[in-house]
């Protein structure tokens, strides 16, 4: 089992930047590829990005591509998602998850976080 909790959130205007933390524990979290969804209200949750186990490979969803940067630190086990230039359409919950492999796709994700609320003003 792995538990993921994220932090950061936050109320911003827009062109402002804002990083949020995943932090995992649990057995072998390290080993976990991991990513980032969000989800607007009354829309579904979308891919955002995500980082291979090894942080050596990471991928963007083109809406955030240039804007938003996916990292993960030395031990594994935080995740960060750097995001600049934010726009009012960035408002939405944000989740963190753990997988297998890396994947545009959330059920390929095994393990979620309870969101953290992103609000870009304009």
């Known amino acids: 089992q792995v538990q993921l909790v994220e932090s950061g959130g936050g109320l911003v205007q827009a062109g402002s930047s804002l990083r949020l933390s995943c932090a995992a524990s649990?057995?072998?979290?390290?080993?976990?590829?991991m990513g980032w969804f969000r989800q607007a209200p009354g829309k579904e949750r979308e891919f955002v990005a995500a980082?291979?186990?090894?942080?050596?490979?990471?991928y963007y969803a083109d809406s955030v591509k240039g804007r938003f940067t996916i990292s993960r630190d030395s031990a594994k086990t935080t995740v960060y998602l750097q995001m600049n230039s934010l726009k009012p359409e960035d408002t939405a919950v944000y989740y963190c998850?753990?997988?297998?492999?890396?994947?545009?796709?959330?059920?390929?994700?095994?393990?979620w976080g309870q969101g953290t609320q992103v609000t870009v003003a304009s």
């Open positions: 998850a753990a997988g297998i492999n890396p994947s545009y796709y959330s059920g390929s994700y095994d393990y």
């Open positions: 649990g057995r072998t979290s390290s080993s976990y590829a």
């Open positions: 980082i291979s186990w090894s942080g050596g490979y990471t």
